[in-house]
């Protein structure tokens, strides 16, 4: 089975705080992605990566950052949180065709 | 860019009734995914279509990919509470450049009345 996590499933955090979302994958795929989920907007694409410490921005990359360290792990970073920011993050990876999410990262900020 | 169409927004059906969603898009796609998500959790992968035509189930769950290229639908038959939840489908195809890219619908909310 693919199996991706992410390190919380619920987070709240201060307005200006830097917050670290974590997203592991097993399956050794190259292709990771993070989006956010929002009532009425669906699924926007931040950023992803095809490989080991390569990046490309998403649909809306602006207040967000990613590290890609480890070809497991992909990060992705508030570097200074706002109220806007809150939302389901979720990370994903693609096999083949295919891709899978994790259960997702309730943020609240505050 | 690519944008997928997909109907209807949410819908209230009988316990043990057939259910039937659809995805439509002006652009060619070569790979279309179908999603469920229940609350607070992360979508989970239903069913993949690779080509033109395919039909293919899992357990009461049928989907088909268009012979245009350009849509999809998903029935879920005899449906029971469970099947509550919001269903996506996910459209792969090119978008200029070498690069393919995965666009989603926005939704069918699916309620299940016993």
């Known amino acids: 089975d693919v199996k991706v996590t992410q390190s919380s499933r619920y987070l709240v955090k201060r307005t200006g705080e830097k917050v670290f979302l974590e997203c592991v994958q097993d399956?050794?795929?190259?292709?990771m992605f993070w989006y956010r989920q929002d009532p009425g907007l669906g699924l926007r694409l931040i950023y992803f990566s095809y490989d080991v410490k390569m990046k490309e921005k998403g649909d809306i990359p602006e207040g967000y950052s990613v590290s890609r360290e480890k070809k497991e792990r992909f990060s992705l970073i508030l570097e200074s949180a706002s109220t806007n920011q809150t939302s389901m993050y979720l990370c994903?990876?693609?096999?083949?065709?295919?891709?899978?999410f994790g259960p997702g990262t309730r943020l609240t900020v505050t | 860019g690519q944008q997928l169409n997909q109907s209807p927004q949410s819908m209230f059906i009988q316990e043990g009734e057939d259910v039937s969603m659809n995805c439509t898009s002006s652009s060619i796609f070569n790979t279309w995914l179908w999603y469920k998500q229940d609350p607070g959790e992360g979508p989970v992968l239903l069913i993949a279509l690779y080509k033109a035509g395919e039909l293919t189930s899992n357990g009461r769950l049928t989907a088909q990919f268009g012979i245009t290229r350009k849509d999809s639908f998903l029935n879920i038959s005899a449906s029971i509470p469970s099947d509550v939840g919001i269903y996506f489908c996910?459209?792969?195809?090119?978008?200029?450049?070498?690069?393919?890219?995965?666009?989603f619908g926005k939704g069918t909310k699916l309620s299940v009345i016993p």
């Open positions: 994903a990876s693609t096999v083949a065709r295919e891709q899978y």
């Open positions: 399956m050794d795929h190259e292709n």
């Open positions: 996910a459209g792969l195809g090119y978008s200029g450049a070498g690069s393919y890219q995965l666009t």
